[in-house]
């Protein structure tokens, strides 16, 4: 049972996950965190900074890593989680695949028609806001702290938010080397 909702789940989040991986965050958070209970939000939290530090898109290391854990928190073996994460990575990966054979075809055809044109000109927006909750769902107490916890670990995760957030938009530093900096300073203050 777990594995035909893990396709279903999986299957739409990759039909409506418009904007990438980022933008499926919040999808997948509200399916497996709060409507099915597969995953404690520290779990979820855990997974995400996995799939971010892993190659590959994020939602599709999200897709994997929860369809893992879903099935193995479920009660089932791990030989049993890596069938739950092959299913759920085949059905978020799904829909994309055959809509770009689909859209594929026509796009070349229609892709200068004015209600193509309005069509992306509308998602833009849905991808921000998508891109936005994301971000949202991701300031957390798990991974901020909070004042009334800890005012040392929380002040630390903000100022390590904020001194990331200019260096990457003012100071243009790789973003690798913002991470590895920001990590030894976790390290190191936390």
Not at 37 to 64: C, K, R, Y
Not at 102 to 130: D, W
Not at 136 to 142: I, N
Not at 160 to 169: E, P, T, Y
Request: aromatic fraction near 12%.
């Amino acid at each position: 049972m777990i594995f035909l909702l893990l396709f279903i789940t999986f299957f739409q989040i990759g039909l409506f996950g418009f904007g990438g991986g980022y933008a499926m965050l919040s999808m997948i958070q509200g399916e497996v965190v709060t409507r099915y209970h597969w995953l404690s939000t520290g779990e979820f939290t855990d997974i995400v900074a996995v799939s971010q530090m892993t190659p590959g898109p994020i939602g599709i290391n999200s897709a994997t890593y929860v369809g893992y854990t879903a099935v193995v928190n479920a009660g089932y073996s791990h030989t049993m989680g890596i069938v739950g994460s092959l299913v759920a990575t085949f059905a978020v990966v799904l829909p994309s695949f055959v809509l770009m054979i689909i859209i594929s075809k026509f796009l070349m055809k229609y892709k200068s028609h004015p209600a193509v044109e309005h069509m992306f000109q509308g998602l833009r927006p849905a991808v921000v806001g998508l891109l936005a909750a994301a971000c949202l769902l991701l300031m957390t107490a798990e991974n901020f702290s909070a004042p009334s916890q800890s005012v040392w670990q929380f002040s630390i995760s903000v100022g390590i938010f904020v001194l990331s957030l200019i260096a990457r938009q003012v100071y243009k530093i790789n973003p690798i080397r913002v991470l590895v900096c920001a990590a030894l300073v976790g390290l190191l203050l936390l």
